[in-house]
């Protein structure tokens, strides 16, 4: 049986019309606070609520953001990013539709128009990798905040602090005593196109090498992979004890998991004998590798979270759109694959 604002009315001993008041908000200054508190017990007790399209329909709102993404949908790896949203979303009475474009541009134009005619009341703009976008023009006509990604002209995005990342995963090592550190960046010599991650956690690992004064330190361009990972650690650690590196910063935890076959294959141990630092902190992989990887927390639930909710503070409260990106730090997150450096 479907519970009435009339019921309501009935065991509060109050009137509809002092229902309708409190449970929409506005009941301060024209009910009192004990029969406030007698409206809200027993709408809590009979289980009311509110027909939503009513509500809605009043406000002139449809209560929906529309959330467009690139690849998540198809991503285990930047789920979380698109959970963390939704959660934030439903939690402020807010529902989502996603609308997956898979980088095509004409698609995701259609895709925006057609949730402009659901009356969506915003916009989220999601990447699965962090990369500068030209947001559809129609899109900002609404309340719109990027996440995971950026563009020129704005609207601001909510991206990861990726330099103090790089930063925070090389002084893991620099801190244990290395000074003959490589940073193993996550992209191939023979790609021209520019990839802001990257360039943003070398510029953190070099800044980190500057301040000990690691001279040794050095960058090499060695992509995304495990493959990768070992073809580059097995020509840089097959020297003599005293040439080769004795710690890895890896651009991606695929890559510290080829750094750590490759030691394996030449009979090198980590940390005990190399050291090895990944980024992104794919759990899967770096919390049940032996050793268990230090990493860097790519803190993609946090910035859907945070998208979000700089979205709705602008659609329910009021509050002005932020005007510059807004940065998610990046946590060290420590495990066993860090030692100090070798003393033979």
């Known amino acids: 049986m479907t519970v009435t604002s009339a019921d309501v009315a009935r065991r509060a001993g109050v009137s509809r019309t002092a229902v309708s008041l409190v449970l929409n908000g506005r009941g301060e200054g024209s009910i009192s606070a004990a029969n406030q508190a007698r409206i809200h017990a027993a709408a809590a007790e009979l289980g009311y609520r509110p027909n939503a399209a009513a509500v809605n329909l009043r406000r002139r709102s449809t209560a929906t953001v529309g959330i467009v993404t690139d690849e998540i949908?198809?991503?285990?790896?930047?789920?979380?990013?698109?959970?963390?949203?939704?959660?934030?979303?439903?939690?402020?009475?807010?529902?989502?539709?996603?609308?997956?474009?898979?980088?095509?541009?004409?698609?995701?134009?259609?895709?925006?128009?057609?949730?402009?005619?659901?009356?969506?009341?915003?916009?989220?703009?999601?990447?699965?990798?962090?990369?500068?976008?030209?947001?559809?023009?129609?899109?900002?006509?609404?309340?719109?905040?990027?996440?995971?990604?950026?563009?020129?002209?704005?609207?601001?995005?909510?991206?990861?602090?990726?330099?103090?990342?790089?930063?925070?995963?090389?002084?893991?090592?620099?801190?244990?005593?290395?000074?003959?550190?490589?940073?193993?960046?996550?992209?191939?010599?023979?790609?021209?196109?520019?990839?802001?991650?990257?360039?943003?956690?070398?510029?953190?690992?070099?800044?980190?090498?500057?301040?000990?004064?690691?001279?040794?330190?050095?960058?090499?361009?060695?992509?995304?992979?495990?493959?990768?990972?070992?073809?580059?650690a097995c020509a840089l650690l097959d020297a003599p004890a005293a040439q080769r590196p004795t710690a890895f910063v890896c651009a991606r935890d695929r890559v510290a998991v080829g750094v750590v076959l490759a030691a394996a294959r030449l009979g090198l141990r980590v940390p005990e004998d190399v050291s090895v630092v990944g980024y992104d902190d794919e759990t899967d992989v770096a919390a049940e590798m032996s050793p268990a990887l230090t990493t860097i927390d790519l803190p993609h639930r946090r910035i859907g979270e945070l998208a979000m909710e700089l979205l709705l503070a602008t659609v329910l409260d009021g509050e002005p759109l932020p005007e510059a990106d807004v940065l998610v730090p990046c946590e060290l997150v420590v495990r066993d694959s860090v030692g100090p450096v070798p003393t033979r």
């Open 73 to 232: 949908t198809t991503s285990p790896f930047a789920g979380p990013l698109l959970q963390g949203a939704r959660e934030v979303a439903f939690e402020r009475g807010y529902l989502t539709i996603v609308a997956d474009y898979g980088l095509d541009d004409e698609r995701e134009h259609q895709m925006v128009q057609a949730l402009l005619g659901r009356q969506v009341d915003a916009f989220l703009h999601a990447a699965m990798s962090m990369r500068e976008i030209t947001p559809d023009p129609a899109m900002v006509e609404l309340p719109t905040v990027l996440a995971n990604c950026f563009a020129a002209g704005g609207p601001a995005g909510v991206i990861a602090d990726e330099e103090e990342g790089g930063y925070r995963a090389a002084r893991a090592v620099f801190e244990r005593g290395h000074r003959r550190v490589v940073m193993l960046a996550g992209r191939d010599a023979s790609e021209t196109e520019y990839i802001p991650a990257t360039a943003l956690r070398r510029r953190g690992f070099e800044r980190a090498a500057l301040e000990v004064g690691a001279g040794e330190a050095r960058v090499i361009d060695a992509g995304w992979n495990i493959e990768t990972g070992v073809r580059h």
